[in-house]
């Protein structure tokens, strides 16, 4: 049920957010993302739950949404009533 909603809102984020040039802050968006989920999986017990090798088998079994440019901003065309 996490990894579900997590996804949802990490695809949502992408697809506000994944213009042209802004690929670096959503790259660090995952990374971030990806660092808070190890931190609060780990957290559920007294002991550690993961390790780098487990959290690595769990999101290849629950994997993330990769970050992309959905939005070309360099496409978009004015009208020629603009061109002048």
């Excluded at 971030?32 to 088998?57: H, P, T, V, Y």
Aim: glycine letters at 4%.
């Amino acid at each position: 049920m996490l990894m579900a909603l997590l996804k949802k809102k990490l695809e949502g984020y992408y697809h506000n957010y994944g213009i042209t040039d802004n690929s670096k802050r959503i790259l660090a968006f995952h990374y971030i993302a990806r660092c808070m989920l190890f931190k609060w999986l780990n957290r559920r017990s007294q002991r550690k739950s993961f390790d780098g090798e487990k959290f690595k088998r769990f999101l290849e079994k629950f994997p993330l949404p990769n970050p992309r440019i959905y939005v070309n901003i360099m496409d978009i065309r004015l009208p020629s009533a603009y061109m002048t």
